[in-house]
Each structure stands twice: as C-alpha cells, then as structure tokens.
Nanobody, 115 residues
C-alpha cells in the first residue's frame, strides 16, 4: 500500500499563491491516478484536480485557469500550484491515489485564504 505525505499548506491572503506537494512512498503504477481533494466543515470531500500517469489533467470548474496539477515521476511527487486564491479555496486539501477501485489518502493540509 502506498503512503502519501503532503506538505505546503498554510495561510495566504486573497490573490496569493501556494504550492502543495504530495510524496508517495513508492513509484506510482501506470494505472494509478493521482488527485487533490478539498473538504470544508460540514461538506463532503470534493475533487479539485486530477492527473493520470500519462499526464492527462482534469480540474473542477471553479479552479480552472488558477490551479495547476503536475507530477514528477522521478521523485514520486504530485504538486498542486494554486494561484489567485480566494476565501472559497479555504479548506483541508487531501492528496489521493486511486488504483483499481482503491483510494489512498494523505493526512490532509489546512489551506486558509484570509486577509
């Protein structure tokens, strides 16, 4: 089972940027899709962005043009570059690996966008 360790969360002012990182404990399989989810209190965990092993990316509408997901296969790392942040982006961000119907989660990172 892969273990995911996230870093890079924190507090930022509206309009600012943050980059989240997620390091996997082993090389990711070609069938393994990586994603970032966000959860806010009282709501379900929702997907924000995803990337396949082939580099195909997907984004939820609210972050298109502002967020960018990428992966470095050599270091087993997935990134989420977040730009032009707003208060609506506040939440706990989770790295996720999906393979064969199995979800694996990181510990979660708090991202707070506030002046």
């Amino acid at each position: 089972q892969v273990h995911l360790v996230e870093s890079g969360g924190g507090r930022v002012e509206p309009g600012g940027s943050l980059t989240l990182s997620c390091v996997a404990s082993r090389p990711l399989a070609t069938s393994e899709q990586m994603a970032w989810y966000r959860q806010v209190p009282g709501k379900e965990r929702d997907i924000v962005a995803s990337i396949t092993h082939d580099g195909i990316k997907g984004y939820v509408g609210a972050v298109k043009g502002r967020f960018a997901i990428s992966r470095d296969i050599a270091t087993n790392t997935v990134y989420l570059q977040m730009n032009d942040l707003t208060s609506e982006d506040t939440g706990i961000y989770f790295c996720n690996a999906f393979n064969g119907g199995k979800f694996t989660w990181g510990q979660g990172l708090q991202v707070t966008v506030s002046s």
